[in-house]
Every structure is written in structure tokens, then in C-alpha cells.
């Protein structure tokens, strides 16, 4: 809150006479935003995610500034306070797979703090398995054609596993060979 005040002194030229004085607060405007969203929407407990708030106001021309508080499955993460949090910091045992996150983002001007804004929903995946990667066949020549086989795919989030190949020798990935047979 700032206090602007005048005094007016009249005078004749010979004396003063006796001064009038008015005076008004200024008080600081509220400001605002309109979002907030979370990057990325689907990540790893070890993932770091950056929430980006959007829209600033402030009548005031104040620069942005902003209080965060991370959430998941509508828990506030203690400590979770800066525009960047990395699940597996807060608990090094990790979040369960499909546990939602967000983050509440409150504007703040220096003085006052605006409405918060409940960013984008984000979600913490785990990274399906396989096993049971086998070549056969276990003994081979220039001219055997070596096939990859797999046991079980496995994803606790329960989304479908897709698998892709890629063929290598010697620790030197080859190009082009991406199937399941190699040549």
C-alpha cells in the first residue's frame, strides 16, 4: 500500500497563507493467470516435469512471479515448492504407476498473491518389461539365419507393450536391422 500526498501553500506575493493537503492509497492490484500445464503428461518417477503458467495479469505492470505446490493423487508433496519437481527426490521408493500430478500455481507480484490455477493432470508411468530374450540358434555360421525370441512382456500400468528390434555387433549398432531375424 502506497500513501501519494500534495500540499497546496497559497500565497499573495507579500505572505503565505495556510496550506490545504490531500492525500490517497494506492493499493496494489491482484494479479492473475489464466493456466498452467505440466510437461511431460506421461513420465517416469525419475523424470523431472516443468509446469509453465500462462496468462499473467497484473494492472500494475509488476513483473511475474509464483508459489507452487506439487501434488499426487491430491496430495500436497512436502518440499515440492519450485517449477520443476522430480517424483523419485520426494520418495526415493517411487509413486505408484498411474498416479495422477499436478501442480497448483499461484501468481504472485511481490505483494500480493492472485487466485491459484490447478495446472494440467500428468501421469507417472512405469517402463514395461520383457523376458526371456533369447537368438537361436545358440550356435551359428556366417550363412545361420539368427532368430530373437522373448518370454513375457510385462507393464504394472497395464498399457499394451509393443516391441521393436535392433541388431548389433560387436556393441556396433547395425543399420537396418530391426526384425526379429538377422541374416
Known amino acids: 500500500l ?4 500534495v500540499e497546496v501553500t497559497p500565497t499573495d506575493g507579500l505572505c ?3 496550506p490545504g493537503a490531500a492525500a490517497v492509497a494506492i493499493g496494489n492490484s491482484i494479479p492473475s ?10 513420465g517416469l518417477n525419475t523424470d523431472t516435469y516443468t509446469v509453465t503458467p500462462t496468462g499473467w495479469t497484473d494492472l500494475d505492470g509488476d513483473p511475474e512471479g509464483y508459489q507452487y505446490q506439487w501434488y499426487v493423487d491430491g496430495s500436497p508433496v512436502a518440499g515440492a ?4 519437481w522430480t517424483p ?3 520418495n526415493p521408493a517411487g509413486y505408484p504407476a498411474g498416479s495422477s500430478i499436478w501442480c497448483e500455481v499461484t501468481p504472485w507480484d511481490g505483494q500480493s498473491t492472485g487466485l491459484p490455477v490447478n495446472s494440467s ?5 512405469t517402463p514395461p518389461g520383457v523376458a526371456g530374450v533369447l537368438i537361436s540358434p545358440s550356435t551359428a555360421y556366417e550363412d545361420t539365419v539368427l532368430t530373437a ?5 510385462n507393464d504394472v500400468d497395464g498399457q499394451t507393450v509393443t516391441l521393436s528390434w535392433q541388431w548389433s555387433l560387436n556393441g556396433n549398432l547395425i543399420v ?3 526384425s526379429t531375424s538377422l541374416d
Open 88 to 90: 523419485i527426490i520426494s
Open 176 to 178: 537396418g536391422a530391426t
Open 16 to 18: 503565505s497563507g495556510t
Open 149 to 153: 525370441s522373448y518370454g513375457l512382456t
Open 33 to 42: 493467470i489464466t493456466s498452467a500445464s505440466i510437461s511431460p503428461a506421461v
Open 2 to 5: 502506497e500513501t501519494w500526498a
Open 81 to 84: 515448492t519450485a517449477s520443476t
Open 121 to 125: 493432470l500428468a501421469a507417472i508411468n
